[in-house]
């Protein structure tokens, strides 16, 4: 398989720009959208051009190196002045995803430690820094994507919701790349993805990664989930997530908790792919969990169709939070972790 999509590329130049893949407009248009500072960045993650928890992690932090670069030649108050800005404008993107604030955190420990050098030293390590971010990434998904593919017989049939491939991280995937190691094992897998309302990341991103890849991948509407869990043989259920809270309550696009609760009907495991970055010990349950409200016309209707009446009320959460005890396991870059609780999370988190 080729996991060679990658949502972002940092050019150097004078100034330089972030290029991120314009998820809005695929399948159809291939095209890239050009950041120059920060706020750019800000707007891009707010907007949806880049998406995924850690892919908006990654960005975020290659913003901060931009705005770092834009005030080469101010004085080092007011350079520090400007990066703190760009640290709240970026925090303020999207709430949900811990990713962000794990990234823009990693990037206030590298300012931290460059106290006495240049903003130019300073541009250079920010830049060092989230290359790194990016590059742990894609060697982070590997390693969950082996132990995730140890789960999945010789001939799999995997059911996904959202997107968490190669265009929600820094490249390979999440969910997706425990498939893709799967397939690169010499298992045979097939997939069904749920086209994901209201902004469709399964219709639109992932049966495109995986079709343009030779994957088997049949798009179903997301209420034919329980049509299909019933019918047909689905030997797992794998999606990524945004957040983890400390009891093993998962964050992750609308719609996944009700595909969580029909696997546990259906006694078909249902499996999160997570990154540790990804767990924060901070929030004790889901209900701590901030979940982004965005905007209504995402549902009355998708690009210039509308098919809502003008002005009806409209609830639009982004994500919702599934139960640990629908949880079979996480799937993290250090092992299967099996039915977390508030308890297993802490023993696991303390021994990494």
């Not at 093993?248 to 259906?266: E, F, P, Q, S």
């Not at 609830?315 to 099996?338: K, Q, R, S, Y």
Request: charged share 15%.
């Amino acid at each position: 398989m080729n996991a060679a999509v990658t949502p972002m590329r940092w050019v150097d130049g004078a100034p330089p720009t972030l290029e991120l893949l314009d998820q809005r407009a695929l399948p159809h248009t291939v095209t890239t959208v050009r950041c120059h500072h920060a706020a750019d960045v800000a707007q891009a993650i707010r907007d949806m051009v880049v998406r995924g928890a850690p892919a908006i992690g990654i960005a975020a932090a290659y913003g901060m190196a931009l705005e770092a670069h834009h005030h080469l030649r101010a004085e080092a108050a007011a350079w520090l002045h400007h990066m703190a800005q760009a640290d709240a404008v970026l925090r303020a993107s999207r709430p949900t995803a811990v990713n962000l604030f794990w990234a823009l955190d990693a990037m206030q420990r590298v300012l931290a430690k460059q106290t006495g050098l240049g903003p130019a030293e300073q541009a250079q390590a920010l830049v060092r820094a989230a290359q790194q971010l990016q590059a742990d990434d894609v060697a982070i998904n590997q390693r969950l994507g082996a132990h995730g593919a140890n789960l999945l017989p010789q001939d799999a049939v995997v059911l996904t919701h959202c997107n968490a491939g190669a265009l929600a991280t820094a490249g390979h995937g999440t969910a997706l790349g425990v498939i893709r190691t799967a397939l690169a094992q010499g298992k045979r897998v097939r997939v069904f993805a749920d086209e994901t309302r209201p902004l469709l990341q399964g219709a639109r991103l992932t049966a495109w990664e995986l079709h343009t890849e030779g994957v088997d991948v049949t798009l179903i509407t997301d209420n034919a989930a329980g049509h299909i869990m019933q019918h047909r043989r689905i030997d797992a259920v794998i999606v990524g997530t945004d957040r983890v809270a400390a009891n093993g309550d998962v964050a992750n696009k609308i719609g996944t908790y009700m595909v969580a609760v029909l696997a546990h009907r259906h006694g078909i495991p249902f499996y999160v792919a997570c990154p540790t970055s990804t767990i924060d010990m901070a929030v004790p349950n889901g209900a701590a969990i901030p979940i982004e409200a965005r905007h209504a016309n995402e549902v009355r209707g998708y690009g210039t169709t509308s098919w809502a009446p003008d002005g009806v009320a409209v609830c639009n959460p982004a994500f919702d939070v599934t139960p640990a005890d629908l949880v079979h396991a996480l799937i993290t870059e250090h092992g299967v972790w099996h039915r977390p609780n508030a308890a297993r999370m802490r023993q696991w988190m303390a021994a990494i």
